[in-house]
């Protein structure tokens, strides 16, 4: 059973920066595509950065420009950089293999997140 980890979250103020990781137990995790999903309070989960297992990225409109998603394939890790966060950036951030595009979905059980709070 693959287990996902996920660590680095906190409290940050407004305008401050993170860095999330994720390590999956998984063989063969180079040649998976990786996601970063959030969930806020009250709302569904969605994906705001996906990596290829070739390195290309994508990103939600709402983090672009912010996020950066990256991974190291010999420590079966993915990374998220967060800078500039903002009170809407709250929420649990969770990594996953995605389903496919348009989805919120991941083909793994999910871990146990970690909490992001952006407040003054």
């Known amino acids: 059973q693959v287990q996902l980890v996920e660590s680095g979250g906190g409290l940050v103020q407004p305008g401050g920066s993170l860095r999330l990781s994720c390590v999956a137990s998984?063989?063969?995790?180079?040649?998976?595509?990786m996601g970063w999903y959030r969930q806020a309070p009250g709302k569904e989960r969605e994906l705001v950065a996906h990596i290829t297992s070739g390195g290309t990225t994508n990103y939600a409109d709402s983090v672009k420009g912010r996020f950066t998603i990256s991974r190291d394939n010999a420590k079966n890790t993915v990374y998220l950089q967060m800078n500039s966060l903002k009170p809407e950036d709250t929420a649990v951030y969770y990594c996953?293999?995605?389903?496919?595009?348009?989805?919120?979905?991941?083909?793994?059980?999910w871990g146990q997140g970690t909490q992001v709070t952006v407040s003054s």
């Open positions: 996953n293999r995605p389903v496919g595009v348009g989805t919120a979905a991941g083909v793994w059980p």
């Open positions: 998984v063989n063969l995790f180079r040649f998976y595509a």
